[in-house]
């Protein structure tokens, strides 16, 4: 038996025994054996009702925890549906507001975030884009400057290969005979450069 059930029905019964107790009390001394049985089945009866009135009110109440922990847990789906036309049918009809509120909240976070993404991906993707771009451009810069290289090395080694040309021109000797126009040689100085 539930806390709430015991404090609706012990009420009750204890009302039920105080009513028995006062009609014994008033007519003790004529009391017969079949009054006795009657008090027997009367107090079985204020027990039963007192237990049954205790879990009529209690019942509605169980139901409408059970649907807040359940909500609690992050069930937004769920909802409380009493019969009963009293205070606790309002309760639970604002129970249901409050959750029907809680999903409709959650559903707009849900779509706030889902436009959020969509935005970040548009935004991501120019900037990818960008990011593309330029690695090619870097690319690009790298393989001209590539050619470029090979191409200074390859002057560079025409400038070795002249420069050895040039070197062997210097170290011929220096008074080497040049034919002059008339057809006669001469002795020329080459001095070095």
Avoid at 46 to 63: C, E, H, L, R, Y
Avoid at 107 to 121: D, M
Avoid at 145 to 156: G, H, N, S, V
Avoid at 163 to 191: C, D, H, M, Y
Wanted: proline share 2%; hydrophobic share 40%; glycine share 4%.
């Amino acid at each position: 038996m539930s806390k709430l059930t015991s404090k609706i029905a012990f009420p009750i019964i204890l009302t039920g025994l105080f009513a028995i107790t006062i009609f014994i009390a008033i007519n003790y001394d004529k009391l017969q054996n079949s009054f006795y049985v009657v008090l027997f089945f009367l107090a079985i009866y204020v027990f039963s009702f007192g237990f049954a009135i205790g879990q009529d009110f209690t019942s509605p109440i169980k139901k409408l925890l059970e649907k807040a922990t359940e909500l609690s847990k992050g069930n937004l789906s769920s909802r409380a549906y009493l019969e009963s036309k009293d205070e606790l049918a309002e309760l639970a009809a604002v129970f249901n507001k409050i959750a029907d509120e809680l999903q409709e909240s959650q559903a707009q976070g849900e779509n706030t975030e889902k436009s959020a993404n969509i935005k970040v991906r548009a935004k991501t993707q120019e900037f990818q884009e960008t990011i593309n771009a330029l690695d090619q451009k870097v690319k690009n810069r790298t393989i001209e400057l590539e050619r470029l290289m090979k191409r200074c090395e390859e002057l560079e080694q025409q400038a070795k290969v002249k420069g050895g040309v040039l070197a062997s021109f210097v170290q011929q000797p220096k008074n080497s005979k040049t034919k002059t126009k008339k057809g006669r040689f001469k002795n020329i100085k080459v001095s070095s450069i």
